[in-house]
């Protein structure tokens, strides 16, 4: 993937987010392994749960540079950097 693809609107940093699946892979095989159904659910939870996650802060509030309040946010972004030099 690119870099600074994504404006993260918690901490406003540009990058490119991190791909977050939450669970556990072990947890999932021992599911498959032991009880078929609860497996299919877990595997199915895990896929829906994933999110794009901020690299800096973890936050999964990351929004595309390239959509309008991405622009905005990083407008506001570089103003602050610029206030503070
Ligand atoms: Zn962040």
């Given at each position: 993937?690119?870099?600074?693809?994504?404006?993260?609107?918690?901490?406003?940093?540009?990058?490119?987010?991190?791909?977050?699946?939450?669970?556990?892979?072990?947890?999932?095989?021992?599911?498959?392994?032991?009880?078929?159904?609860?497996?299919?659910?877990?595997?199915?939870?895990?896929?829906?749960?994933?999110?794009?996650?901020?690299?800096?802060?973890?936050?999964?509030?990351?929004?595309?540079?390239?959509s309008?309040?991405g622009?905005?946010?990083?407008?506001?972004?570089?103003?602050?950097?610029?206030?503070?030099?």
């Open positions: 993937m690119q870099d600074g693809t994504h404006i993260c609107t918690a901490c406003g940093c540009v990058a490119a987010p991190e791909r977050v699946t939450k669970g556990s892979f072990i947890v999932e095989l021992f599911l498959w392994l032991m009880f078929l159904a609860p497996g299919l659910i877990y595997s199915i939870w895990r896929l829906a749960s994933r999110f794009d996650a901020c690299p800096m802060c973890k936050s999964p509030q990351m929004i595309p540079v390239a309008p309040r622009q905005m946010l990083l407008a506001q972004v570089q103003g602050q950097m610029n206030a503070a030099r």
